[in-house]
């Protein structure tokens, strides 16, 4: 375990605080306050780590999430996490699964993928989905997935309603099937994809985490998983080209919209390590 967690691990065990009455105003604005401290503790280590997992953030996020645990305690918390492809969102959530297993989190993990819309008959006119992107289709652009319904499926989860999401299949067909997958609203709610910052939807999230990584790490990320799937090393790099361009005209813009920014690169037992020390100031508590 990293030095700084094993150092935070070890004082907060010795730090079991009375579980305030979050029924109460005066009760949630003790927690938030004490979550703030705990975070801005999380903060100060990592930027004394050689792994340091937080680039940026934003000055005003802390403030503004721990208000809205105050004013709505109630509702399930929405997490956007977002980045070009091949930056690492994947990875870093089959992290957090390993967490939610390893853990018992109370964590729903939605690919927002799924909500790409159908375009199976566009395929079969033009006999791939290679041939469609060659001919101008941007696969990419907020217009081919279906917002409207993410947001309403993000708004049915964050009052606690479980939902069916979408799911689009990723063999070729370009067909997604609707209402195929069981989603349950948790108390805290990951949603991985490109899509979750857009303008439709983004506002709905309590946190919104973009994951960063230069051009040069990406493209070799992305070329060995094309050779690893056996696709074409012509047509990979030519959907390397299209992908970056989407990024820069898509997920760029929207950056600054994010209230964290990840290091692509972080060291994932460092990251695992970090969402243990979060689990247990969230559950540090005796009861009298």
Not at 123 to 137: C, P, V
Not at 178 to 195: D, L, R, T, Y
Not at 254 to 267: H, L, T
Request: with cysteine; charged share 30%.
């Amino acid at each position: 375990m990293n030095t700084l967690v094993q150092n935070l691990l070890e004082n907060q065990t010795k730090e079991k605080i009375q579980k305030p009455n979050c029924q109460t105003r005066s009760g949630r604005s003790f927690l938030a306050f004490y979550l703030q401290t705990k975070f801005k503790q999380i903060i100060n280590h990592d930027k004394k780590s050689d792994k340091q997992i937080i680039v940026d953030y934003k000055n005003d996020f802390l403030d503004n999430f721990c208000q809205r645990l105050i004013d709505r305690h109630e509702d399930k918390i929405l997490i956007a996490l977002s980045g070009e492809s091949a930056s690492g969102k994947s990875t870093i959530c089959r992290q957090i699964q390993t967490c939610i297993s390893e853990l018992n989190l109370p964590v729903t993990i939605l690919t927002a993928d799924n909500y790409f819309k159908d375009i199976s008959e566009l395929i079969k006119k033009y006999g791939n989905f290679d041939l469609l992107r060659d001919a101008g289709y941007d696969v990419d652009s907020p217009e081919n997935f279906d917002l409207d319904l993410l947001k309403e499926d993000l708004l049915k989860l964050q009052k606690g309603s479980d939902i069916l999401s979408p799911e689009y299949l990723v063999n070729g067909t370009g067909k997604s099937k609707p209402k195929s997958i069981p989603v349950k609203s948790n108390k805290i709610i990951i949603v991985e994809g490109m899509c979750s910052i857009f303008d439709t939807v983004r506002d709905i999230f309590d946190i919104k985490i973009y994951i960063d990584l230069n051009d040069e790490e990406r493209k070799e990320r992305f070329l060995n998983r094309a050779k690893s799937r056996n696709q074409d090393e012509v047509n990979a790099l030519k959907h390397w080209e299209y992908i970056k361009s989407a990024g820069q005209k898509y997920l760029i813009p929207n950056k600054k919209y994010c209230d964290i920014i990840i290091n692509g690169e972080c060291d994932l037992k460092y990251f695992q390590d970090m969402v243990m020390y979060i689990n247990l100031i969230t559950n540090n508590f005796y009861e009298e």
